[in-house]
């Protein structure tokens, strides 16, 4: 028995080049939950990101922040770092590459050599808001062409990565390792039409979508379709001038017909 133990530890640092508890200590502290919020500051959505490099740039699924007016990255040891903008995005990749605003970031390593048939990785992310949670599998298949969602009528070309890791919802952005540390690709999750399998688009996007990348980073809402304070507060000034222009119109009507009544009793 402890010959047999020894041989599956053996064999699953060989496999991972670190030991998974190794693998979950390096890259958990670059992976963020994705907080969507409100004006407010309440949360009303979730997801999953990690960090490319040292100066905050995150990478996340373009799902995730659709629509999305605030966003904060809350990392394990419950720091928080706010969105300050986006780099790079792209729809139909389902990708955002965001920046966080000033600080010191642990940054993952993204992968030169694209992922193999059968090679074993490891998930890490947020599911439901909670974690980091750490799964293991294998990419069990290669679809570079991605799939189609025939119910959809939807293609769906980033979806290249096929893999066994259980994932849930609020994982999507969550980073796919091999061993080594390195990332892979990025989980986006599974589809009603293939329930259970779950997909992941490779790292070369990511790396084709970072190439494309311009500085300044653009404002979220921009980006995101999200209404800024600044807009809210420009639509509620316009709101409330229409309603004054309105009542002052309003007002000088009703004081022209009071008089022309009175003048109407006065030539009766």
């Known amino acids: 028995m402890r010959l047999a133990g020894l041989l599956v530890l053996v064999w699953s640092s060989a496999a ?46 373009y799902h995730v922040i659709d629509g999305a007016t605030r966003i904060v990255a809350v990392f394990p040891e419950g720091r ?23 600080g010191s970031y642990h940054p993952l390593s993204l992968a030169t050599v694209p992922p193999r048939e059968s090679e074993e990785i490891v998930l890490i992310g947020y599911p439901h808001g909670l974690g980091p949670a750490v799964t293991t599998g294998i990419v069990s298949a290669l679809q570079l ?12 070309p980033g979806w290249a990565l096929r893999i066994t ?39 070369s996007k990511l790396q084709a979508l970072q190439a494309k990348a311009q500085a300044p980073p653009q404002e979220l809402t921009h980006v995101t379709g999200g209404r800024s304070v600044r807009k809210n507060l420009l639509i509620s000034g316009a709101f409330l001038l229409g309603l004054a222009l309105f009542w002052v119109a309003g007002s000088a009507l009703h004081g022209r017909l009071r008089a022309r009544r009175a003048s109407a009793r006065a030539s009766s």
């Open 16 to 61: 991972f080049g670190m030991s998974l508890e190794e693998v979950n200590e390096v890259a958990r502290r670059s992976v963020a939950l994705v907080s969507v919020r409100n004006a407010q500051g309440e949360q009303n959505a979730t997801g999953s990101g990690f960090v490319i490099s040292s100066s905050g740039r995150l990478v996340t699924n």
């Open 80 to 102: 928080e770092a706010s969105v300050t903008g986006v780099w790079a995005h792209d729809r139909e990749l389902d990708l955002a590459v965001l920046q966080l605003e000033r």
């Open 145 to 156: 062409q991605g799939i189609r969602e025939e119910l959809a009528g939807e293609d769906l």
């Open 165 to 203: 890791a259980t994932s849930e919802p609020g994982s999507s952005g969550s980073p796919i390792l091999r061993g080594s540390g390195e990332v892979v690709g990025v989980l986006v999750g599974d589809l009603s039409a293939f329930k259970g399998i779950r997909f992941g688009i490779p790292v």
